[in-house]
């Protein structure tokens, strides 16, 4: 019981022996209460993630009994995340340093990682060999189909290409305003979620065999085109010039610009009609308009063949008109 002899209070031993185990049990509960508010991160050595930014929710299992706080940590970005296949190192320091950033003191988590992590990115891999078939296959189905005479001859495409984890769709797309014939570059669009991530580029080699007018003998300038002076050969479109001729009839009853040697290819640009009328040569004009038909003579001013439209003196008016050659003997004018 109490007794308060030379001014102190005296207890009972087991009040004392109380007294003692409080003492001695309250800063460890205290401390325990403590410890179980603290959110625990932990960060293993090595982390995969899938998006473009390196999320704290994403690279660490976060826990703890305050939920908006760990709602906070988990939508932190640390970093960029590396581009898809490839991985990025991070330090404590850096993962401190952006809980500082967002106003989040660090000593009130409990943060288990090593020194340093390893953050890798997944992806997507497309190999060569599948982007050739991919391009492939619209060659076939879009430019090749129902012609015989063209064929892939072969198909260039860089290294893999390595995409991020998604919806991953692809557009083949051919040039445009050039002929497909021999090295044709074709463009494929990969998309990602409806976006497009990446462009590469595939060089094609395309055949396509037609045949093709050429000389079987040296022909001098000026000289009328014959069947004897011909040959049809099957060919490469893409070894010979664009305005080849490739039908004999185009030729014929034309002659050359100029002199031409033997296994010559022919072009449109070395073959022209002979002149129908010469410079001085009178003929026919002839106008016609709304069922009316007016004729007069003139006199040609200068040389032309077929089609060719030329200036004609009109005896008549005695000006010079402008009118287009029909045959050797008749002028058309235009309206």
Not at 149 to 161: E, N, Y
Not at 213 to 227: A, C, D, F, N, Q
Request: charged share 25%; aromatic share 4%; glycine share 6%.
């Amino acid at each position: 019981m109490k007794s308060t002899r030379f001014g102190y209070r005296q207890y009972c031993p087991y009040t004392v022996y109380v007294i003692g185990m409080l003492a001695l049990l309250l800063p460890a509960t205290i401390c325990n209460i403590f410890a179980s508010e603290l959110i625990r991160v932990q960060i293993p050595e090595n982390v995969q993630i899938a998006g473009d930014k390196i999320l704290l929710g994403d690279i660490a299992s976060i826990t703890g009994s305050d939920s908006p706080l760990i709602q906070q940590l988990s939508a932190i970005i640390v970093g960029r995340a590396p581009q898809p296949g490839n991985s990025r190192r991070l330090d404590r320091g850096m993962i401190n340093t952006r809980l500082k950033q967002n106003r989040i003191d660090p000593a009130i988590l409990v943060l288990n990682m090593p020194a340093s992590i390893s953050v890798s990115r997944s992806c997507v891999k497309v190999s060569p060999e599948k982007i050739k078939e991919m391009v492939s296959d619209y060659i076939s189905k879009n430019i090749l189909s129902g012609n015989p005479d063209a064929t892939i001859k072969g198909i260039q495409v860089s290294d893999s290409l390595r995409l991020p984890v998604g919806t991953v769709t692809y557009e083949v797309s051919a040039p445009r305003n050039r002929d497909l014939v021999g090295q044709v570059p074709f463009a494929v669009n990969f998309n990602v979620d409806g976006k497009l991530y990446k462009r590469v580029w595939a060089n094609v080699s395309i055949e396509v065999l037609a045949e093709v007018v050429m000389t079987s003998k040296p022909l001098g300038r000026h000289k009328p085109i014959t069947e004897d002076d011909i040959i049809v050969l099957r060919m490469d479109l893409a070894k010979v010039p664009s305005d080849v001729i490739t039908d004999p009839q185009t030729v014929l009853g034309k002659r050359t610009r100029r002199a031409i040697g033997s296994k010559t290819v022919m072009r449109a640009n070395l073959v022209e009609f002979p002149p129908l009328v010469r410079r001085g040569d009178v003929v026919v004009i002839v106008a016609e308009t709304q069922g009316l038909r007016i004729t007069a003579l003139g006199q040609v001013k200068k040389k032309g063949a077929l089609g060719d439209r030329i200036p004609v003196l009109n005896f008549d008016s005695k000006k010079v008109l402008y009118a287009r050659v029909m045959d050797a003997n008749t002028v058309k004018i235009d309206f």
